[in-house]
């Protein structure tokens, strides 16, 4: 360099550990050391990654000089070594231009640890790093100061680095039309491959060089290909959250007194008066226990908000004759008719081994000859007859057994499933579409919340977030007492601040069990148990406060991801429109708008508190 002026230090982060071998973890190959990005000031501006281990004694026999990474190794470190009872100081070091950095992989050895490698542009790949004290995210910030990290789009775990004047890359993506509206985070709006390959014969010889090592041939699995063995490190479908989106900070929230002014809110023909306050003072503090039986009715569709006190009379007897001609369907079924329907004979098999071992702790399920289990048993079945296609699936037990207890009649608790099922009955699907989506989505949630927990339970085998899988099946009903999941489901039902509420709830959740979770000791089982035994555990109020403060900690963002806002319900868009650029620009920008005004713009935006 020329006339170069005192360097300046950008970034410096102690208790970084440099794996010598990561194959083994011992005294002689983790060395604890420092991280910093230097700025190199002089005619041709320079910025470097500098890592360096601190000086320390060997103790022992003869230090291994060979660099042993876990994987064929292009590059050592040379270490001094102890001779005889001499202590010799070991130091390791590296220094790395940015502009020479190439990638940057989070990789998975046998250690059960989450590293970063970097590589240079010259595919020589420097020793694991491992962020004992956490901060990779605050390195990753600073780094986008001088480059962009982009997500490799054949290998989620491999981001690649560019300057931030790369105008061949932005044409490149410009021309594919990947990526959404403009700024200098690259994010992939759709799934990965099916985006990219689709256009892949588009793609200019700078990028198409950019999605492999240097010096290597190019090897691409696309969605048809059955001969390409799946990568175990594969994330299709998920959105690269960048770390340069800054959250701002989460706002305090406190949680309101119960609901108890029904009556001030009937007119004199009975109406409701303003609903949508109503809602928003059940989601504040859920309703008097006393006004469950009325209100209930209403948030789960049996009565129609707007209905008068004469017109309600009507519907009930109308739904009531309506449901004891479905319940005569099955009752009158003869035991010979059922020996030639295994369908219905299934059904009754699975509702009868349920209905024993539901709420048998709640007195109104407890004992021998109980009438409240007659009544769950007979309200499942004609529910089958209602919706033959579905049927019965195991925890739909679990969703009545709250609503008869409530409403303490048959004709009513089962109306009040039907409306439940109409939010929830995706759950219960064969296919389980829908509850690997809500799992994607709590991932892009998770991951814009707080990266690090998710690399920590990534490098554990539990990125899936399998473990969440009950919690969303059947709104949490297992996981906290009885009373309550009374409060918890007249809050969410008002499908307030947004209808993905609960996976809030669920990231919150998670979030309390964060201290727990990272820098222990935990692998894919013990974090499976450690969840499981959250059931009863939980606090439900300070649960609510914090999924709701996060809800306003995400719209108050001004640069929130695009999958985030859709998971939030701030962004909705058409086919027709997803398929030109120039809409879905000016619609994240109108969404985006919104909420730099101030607007909570979610589906009861006005209403919302």
């Known amino acids: 360099f020329f006339n170069l002026l005192p360097p300046q230090l950008i970034f410096e982060k102690e208790g970084v550990y440099l794996h010598t071998n990561a194959k083994r973890s011992n005294q002689d190959t983790t060395i604890p050391g420092f991280i910093r990005i230097v700025e190199r000031v002089s005619k041709m501006s320079e910025s470097s990654l500098i890592q360096r281990g601190k000086s320390g004694n060997v103790e022992g026999g003869e230090e291994d000089t060979n660099f042993d990474p876990g994987y064929e190794p292009d590059w050592a470190v040379i270490s001094t070594v102890k001779k005889d009872r001499e202590h010799v100081p070991v130091k390791w070091s590296f220094s790395l231009p940015l502009s020479e950095l190439y990638s940057l992989r989070r990789a998975r050895f046998s250690l059960g640890r989450n590293f970063l490698v970097l590589t240079s542009r010259g595919g020589h790949p420097l020793p694991p790093l491992h962020f004992h004290r956490g901060g990779t995210r605050e390195l990753l910030r600073a780094l986008n100061r001088y480059i962009i990290l982009d997500q490799s789009p054949v290998d989620g775990r491999l981001f690649l680095a560019y300057p931030h004047d790369s105008g061949a890359l932005s044409q490149s993506f410009d021309k594919l039309q990947l990526l959404d509206d403009g700024g200098s985070d690259l994010r992939f709006i ?169 709420d048998r702790h709640n007195t109104f399920f407890s004992g021998n000859d109980n009438p409240g289990l007659t009544l769950l048993h007979d309200v499942l079945m004609t529910y089958c007859m209602y919706n033959f296609d579905l049927g019965y699936v195991q925890g739909m037990s679990d969703l009545l057994s709250p609503l008869l207890f409530i409403t303490q009649n048959e004709v009513e608790s089962f109306w009040c499933l039907t409306g439940f099922m109409e939010l929830v009955h995706h759950n219960f699907e064969e296919s389980q579409e829908a509850m690997k989506q809500q799992l994607l989505q709590l991932s892009i949630l998770l991951k814009a919340l707080d990266p690090e927990l998710c690399d920590f339970l990534d490098s554990q085998d539990s990125g899936s977030l399998c473990f969440c899988f009950r919690w969303l099946l059947i709104w949490f009903k297992r996981e906290f007492p009885f009373e309550d999941i009374l409060t918890l489901w007249e809050v969410m039902w008002t499908r307030f601040p947004c209808d993905n509420f609960h996976l809030l709830i669920a990231c919150s959740i998670l979030e309390s069990q964060r201290g727990e979770l990272i820098g222990s000791d935990h692998d894919f089982n013990t974090i499976l148990k450690h969840i499981n035994e959250l059931t009863m555990r939980l606090d439900l109020q300070s649960i609510l406060c914090g999924a709701e403060a996060i809800y306003l900690q995400l719209v108050q963002c001004k640069e929130l991801p695009l999958k985030v806002q859709q998971v939030l319900g701030l962004y909705f868009s058409s086919s027709s429109e997803e398929d030109s650029p120039d809409s879905q620009a000016s619609e994240t920008q109108h969404h985006l708008g919104q909420r730099e005004g101030g607007a909570a713009a979610a589906a009861h935006g006005p209403a919302y508190p």
């Open 190 to 358: 759709q799934d990965p491959y099916a985006t990219t390959f689709g256009g892949f014969s588009k793609v200019t010889n700078f990028f198409r060089a950019a999605i492999r090592p240097p010096e290597s041939p190019i090897h691409l699995r696309t969605p048809h290909d059955p001969n390409m063995a799946p990568q175990s490190d594969e994330e299709p479908g998920f959105e690269l959250i960048t770390c340069g989106v800054e959250l701002g900070p989460r706002p305090e929230v406190t949680r309101g007194q119960p609901f108890d002014k029904w009556e001030e809110f009937l007119d004199p023909e009975g109406r409701v008066k303003n609903p949508e306050k109503i809602k928003e003072l059940v989601f504040r503090g859920g309703i008097m226990p006393s006004l469950r039986k009325d209100i209930w009715k209403f948030l789960l569709g049996f009565y129609p908000w707007n209905s008068t006190a004469k017109e309600r009379e009507d519907i009930l007897r109308v739904k009531t004759d309506e449901y004891f001609r479905m319940k005569v369907q099955w009752k009158s079924v003869s035991e010979e008719q059922e020996m030639r329907n295994s369908l219905l004979r299934g059904y009754r098999s699975l509702i009868e081994r349920d209905v024993n071992r539901t």
